[in-house]
């Protein structure tokens, strides 16, 4: 049964409220959740997936940072776009969480920068999505009814995840893409990476396509959309 949008909500709030009553060390794990709660449910997923079509991260970071201190945006599809960051990059290891906290939220205690970043990052986030999905015309839906769920193994994921990385990484120096098109690709690949981890048959398959078709003109990344393909295909994903 799908949910509706105010379930979704309901569901955001509970994980930001774990977030909340967490610290700096048990958070990790309640950020990737949030990540996978945002990139598997398709109403909030579609919504990532719009703002980082029509906003730039580079740009909306900048202008955050103007001050010195962050200071989130007045558009919520600008909140999305930053957060969405700055959460993947968290969780992936590519921002040093500690000092990004220290440096960004300076205080005494680090407890206390914890709680400022809840307040003043992930909040603003999950109040953003809120005000999304209770406009109806504002937010995009992919209008799809059915999910269905597999218990994927963890060789076929980490094969997956494995092709995902490697794709990811060769985005970084690829001059050949726009910054727009480097964007989408970003979004399907953290997109497919949650559909797996959280075995979402459904959503693998429509970001598969939206990968494939994506990359499938590009010969330079031939052999991972060959790799990857095979793998759906023998495990019968697609």
Sequence with gaps: MKNSNEELIKS???????????NFIMSNDIITKILKFV???????F?????NQNFDFNSIFNESMAS?????PDDDYKIIVLVTKILFDIDRGNIEYLNFLKNTFPRVNISDSFNDFCLGIVLPYVQAFERLLSQKDRVVDSGNSNVQYKNLPRELVDLL???????????????????????????ILEGLY???????????????????????ANRAYTSQVKALEN????????
Excluded at 231 to 237: D, F, T
Aim: hydrophobic content about 45%.
């Design 12 to 22: 955001f709030k509970l994980l930001y409220l774990e977030l909340e009553r967490s």
């Design 39 to 45: 990139t598997t449910n398709e109403p909030l997923f």
């Design 47 to 51: 919504a990532v997936k719009h703002a």
């Design 68 to 72: 010195g201190r962050i200071r989130m």
């Design 161 to 187: 995840n494995s092709n995902i990385i490697s794709i990811s990484d060769q985005l970084v120096g690829d001059k050949t893409l726009s910054d727009e098109a480097r964007r989408e690709i970003y979004v």
């Design 194 to 216: 949650f559909a797996i981890e959280s075995n979402n048959v459904m959503l693998i398959k429509s970001l598969w396509l939206g990968l494939k078709y994506a990359l499938i």
């Design 231 to 238: 793998e759906l295909r023998n495990y019968s994903i697609i």
